[in-house]
């Protein structure tokens, strides 16, 4: 899930120059302004229960038109979120999933009607390849989603979110967040001094080299342990374990959070409601069966069209409306 | 009512015979800005740790400390966080959280203050420290300079009404530092906050302070206005005359070898010089009363003796030749053509600004890094110091840090035995002056001492070349001056030696010769007396207050000398008419005695 914040740091030791930090700072910016859509912008609590009710609709759904939704509005939104880039890293995870799930589910269930082929004479049905295909879909549609999760639940939109369940833990969150960087950066700076000392030289056998890695750890440990005392004087000088302490964030809910939340409640309030109701129902075994199409089918679908596409809607109007503004200007 | 008040205390650090603070009594007023002086280990950190409740370092204690008239014992948790704020040493081990705005706001969380009332008090203070543009930046992009700040903004954000800096600048470049201490100004002129600042870097805080108190092993030497203090200081050598300003130092130097002179003695019921503009106007005055007018020219650009070592000969350690450095391949270039040639035995220093490429310029001679284009030549074995020498410390003690300098046996002749690796490592010891110390941990170690432990490691592996990264930082100006010593030693053996640094005054005073790297490139170079005679605003202090009536002086050895050569030619003029060639001789012989004398002091 931190995948965003991996990228960040590893763009990090800043200090080498400051041209580098100031080129490390400008990609950041940019890549924030890339990510940075009118949907993500919304109160972080909007962005969660959107997420949270399109992915369990997902799951629960079970039906390969709700699927086949999800996975393109899931899709183009992890393209617009991530860029192409980002979709080609999830592919790799996503390509032997498919492939694991189609191939595996037909093997192990020999349920349904229509026999393709016999492997051992065991029957490899139509009905578990579809069902395979199915649920490899449904895997597929879950990572876009979450992989949109990634870009707009940012570390301090978690923070705020869950920060709020476990006061303590928000702060653990944030000093990790904080830790991590400064580590690579010592131990980049232990690393090159051992370098400049001449004790580690190309060519090194596996067993030196092991022997200065853990030299160079130990360092850091000691280094790390002697400065976290530093930190936690500075953390008690400004009253920390005083009791009733409070959580700050930047978030404000406005009118628009109050729609939107209205909105994705009652949509997918609905989308829920068909689909416990079955009129979305679809049989698998033993042989494809689906309940007749009624109204209340139709609404199933077209409501988590509309919750599944809203966000990138809300994103385009926001950027039709900013080219608009600039054109006035 | 006084904000503090200590009433005969006394410290002792557990396992310790020397008491840290002896029996310490003085108050400090209601918005008054105090700077705290004296040499590391002397018990300023100590002293400043016992004025917040939390801080109070653990061992044996007496005495009272008061804040407003109140034990700071009893004081409440939640008073003492917000009333009494303090900043540390280094920026980074006191930064919390990863958000600018994150850090701002911990200290109102743990007070308990409303989302609402933290939105707007940050929004005030990061507007004050001028942070609004990084508000929302993570703390690990920041440069030192400005995580200093950030540091300082979070706890002024509780509305502190003393502040408490605890040589809040020694990791910062001059010019962070600089802006740090206006800042500092700036919050007590502005909200009349308390402040007491400890320091080395006396050259600006003197003049801004309102009272300076000096200590020595844990006594107060001296309590009261800079001016009177400066006074006290220079009028018997101390260790903590070297960090006085150098407009003072002068002034005292000149006045102690001339006192029993009528013209000095007028000159000595003035106000002596703080400032460089101070020191200007005394030097003016000084001027008119020798009524040397028509010489001082031709004494001053007399080549006075430099007391820095030249190199002794004329083969190239180090040569770089037409080199380009970048970090990507899409980022600008860090270094693009730089041409540098340093000779076998000789003390180069690498001045340059924050960013300009000096770092970069040592890994690529070190090998860490690899020029893409342009030829990077040592001559001889090449070992270069972190600028964070904890970066090298293994061991658990000083002595044992040293011998892991030996466990590598491929570095050394594989024929070393145990009693020369123990006697080399003591040798090591006595000659670094750590012989007291050797069962210490390291990281117990003054920022001085551990300068000196890394040096003396890195000795061991007998390099012929030392590369030094920023040397003096966050040492104080006693220890730099045995740093030096233990440079100029090492240099009479033959080693090369090539520092980067920031520290002008150091550089002007032992390096031999000096470069500028700026915008990627060596763009003035030269031997330190024409190097910094030749800038007009990179230059020391000294030179900056002689520069209108003596050329090329810069150090306060060689105004002082220079002034004296005024003076021994303002008595020589009555007698008889000598030849300029005497009067150079004068010259001389007095910074030959002078040295002599310097000599003595050190030895």
């Known amino acids: 899930m931190q995948s965003r914040q991996g990228v960040i740091m590893e763009i990090a030791p800043e200090n080498i120059t400051e041209n580098i930090t100031e080129n490390i700072t400008r990609n950041i910016a940019e890549n924030l302004n890339a990510k940075e859509s009118e949907f993500s912008r919304l109160h972080p609590l909007v962005n969660f229960v959107y997420l949270a009710s399109v992915v369990a609709i997902t799951i629960i759904a079970n039906n390969p038109i709700m699927l086949c939704i999800a996975f393109f509005a899931s899709l183009l939104y992890s393209v617009i979120l991530c860029g192409i880039g980002g979709v080609k890293k999830t592919l790799f995870l996503v390509i032997p999933i498919l492939v694991f799930t189609v191939m595996i589910q037909p093997l192990f269930s020999h349920n349904g009607n229509t026999p393709l082929y016999y492997i051992n004479n065991n029957a490899v049905t139509l009905e578990s390849v579809v069902y395979g295909l199915t649920i490899s879909v449904l895997l597929i549609s879950t990572i876009q989603w979450f992989a949109c999760y990634n870009v707009l639940i940012t570390s301090d939109k978690f923070l705020y979110l869950f920060g709020r369940i476990i006061p303590s833990l928000a702060l653990v969150i944030s000093m990790i967040f904080r830790m991590i960087p400064l580590l690579r950066y010592r131990f980049n700076e232990i690393d090159e001094a051992q370098v400049a000392m001449g004790k580690k030289l190309k060519g090194m056998g596996l067993y030196n080299r092991a022997k200065v890695f853990m030299k160079e750890l130990s360092i850091l440990i000691a280094w790390s342990l002697e400065a976290s005392i530093d930190t936690s004087d500075s953390m008690e000088a400004r009253g920390y374990g005083l009791k009733g302490r409070t959580s700050f964030h930047l978030f404000k809910w406005k009118m628009v959070d109050c729609v939107w939340i209205v909105a994705i409640l009652l949509i997918s309030g609905t989308c829920i409601y068909g689909i416990v109701e079955k009129s979305v129902q679809i049989y698998y075994f033993p042989t494809f069966k689906m309940n007749e199409m009624s109204i209340a089918s139709y609404v199933t679908f077209i409501s988590f069209a509309i919750l599944a596409i809203s966000p990138i809607i809300y994103d385009l109007g926001g950027k039709l409306k900013w080219r608009r503004l600039n054109s006035k200007m | ?603």
């Open chain 2, 1 to 603: 009512m006084a904000t503090i008040e200590f009433k005969n205390v006394s410290f002792t650090y557990p396992n310790c015979e020397n008491a840290a603070l002896e029996e310490v009594s003085f108050t400090i007023n209601e918005s008054e800005f105090v700077v705290v002086c004296g040499a590391s280990g002397s018990g300023k950190t100590t002293l400043l740790r016992h004025m917040k409740k939390n801080m109070v370092p653990y061992g044996r204690g007496t005495g009272d400390i008061l804040y407003r008239g109140q034990d700071i014992e009893t004081l409440l948790d939640r008073m003492s966080a917000s009333e009494i704020g303090y900043v540390q040493q280094n920026p980074d081990n006191q930064i919390v959280t990863d958000k600018v705005w994150h850090e701002l706001a911990f200290g109102l969380e743990s007070l308990g203050e409303s989302n609402a009332a933290i939105r707007k008090k940050t929004a005030e203070m990061a507007e004050y420290f001028g942070i609004a543009n990084w508000y929302r930046k993570n703390v690990w992009e920041l440069s030192g300079g400005q995580k200093q700040l950030l540091n300082l903004a979070s706890v002024m954000i509780m509305q502190p009404k003393v502040l408490i800096l605890d040589e809040p600048t020694a990791q910062l470049d001059p010019i962070a530092a600089t802006q740090f201490f206006d800042t500092i100004c700036k919050i007590n002129r502005d909200f009349g906050t308390t402040i007491i600042l400890s320091e080395h870097r006396l050259e600006e805080v003197f003049t801004m302070a309102d009272k300076v108190l000096a200590m020595d092993q844990g006594k107060i030497v001296v309590f009261d206005t800079p001016e009177k203090v400066g006074k006290f200081l220079t009028s018997d050598n101390k260790s903590l005359f070297y960090g006085l300003p150098s407009a003072l130092k002068i002034y005292a130097e000149v006045r102690s070898e001339y006192d029993s002179d009528l013209m000095i003695q007028e000159i000595s019921n003035e106000k002596c010089p703080i400032t460089v503009k101070e020191g200007r106007l005394w030097l003016d005055s000084l001027k008119i009363l020798t009524q040397s007018k028509q010489l001082e020219n031709k004494v001053a650009s007399t080549n006075i003796a430099s007391s820095n070592i030249t190199a002794s000969s004329n083969k190239t350690a180090i040569e770089l030749k037409n080199v380009y450095f970048r970090y990507e391949k899409k980022n600008q270039d860090i270094l693009s053509g730089v041409d540098l040639c340093v000779k076998k035995g000789e003390m180069l220093a690498i001045l340059g600004g924050n960013g300009a490429g000096k770092t970069t310029l040592l890994k690529l001679i070190t090998g860490i890094k690899k020029p893409y284009s342009g030829k990077v030549k040592a001559e001889g074995k090449v070992i270069a110091l972190p600028q964070n020498v904890q970066a090298i410390f293994t061991e658990i003690t000083v002595e044992e840090e040293l011998g892991e300098s030996f466990t590598d046996k491929s570095l050394h002749n594989n024929s070393i035995t145990k009693e020369d690796i123990i006697s080399s490592i003591e040798e090591m010891l006595i000659f670094m002056e750590l012989q007291n110390y050797r069962k210490t941990n390291p990281y117990d170690l003054s920022g001085g001492q551990q300068q000196k432990l890394a040096i003396a490691k890195v000795l061991l592996l007998q390099p012929q070349i030392l590369l030094l990264d920023e040397p003096t930082k966050g040492i104080d100006p006693y220890f730099k001056r045995s740093l030096a010593q233990i440079l100029n030693t090492l240099i009479s053996k033959g080693v090369t030696i090539v520092m980067v640094s920031h520290d002008i005054e150091f550089c002007a005073q032992y390096a031999s010769r000096c470069a500028m790297l700026f915008d990627g490139t060596i763009v003035s170079e030269g031997s330190t007396r024409a190097f910094f005679g030749g800038n007009s605003f990179y230059t020391t202090a000294a030179n900056r207050m002689s520069r209108h009536i003596f050329k090329n002086c810069v150090t306060c050895e060689q105004v002082v000398a220079a002034c004296k050569g005024v003076f021994e030619i303002e008595n020589s003029i009555e007698n008889t008419d000598k030849t300029l060639a005497d009067i150079d001789r004068n010259v001389k012989d007095t910074i030959t005695v002078q040295q002599r004398r310097q000599n003595e002091k050190k030895s």
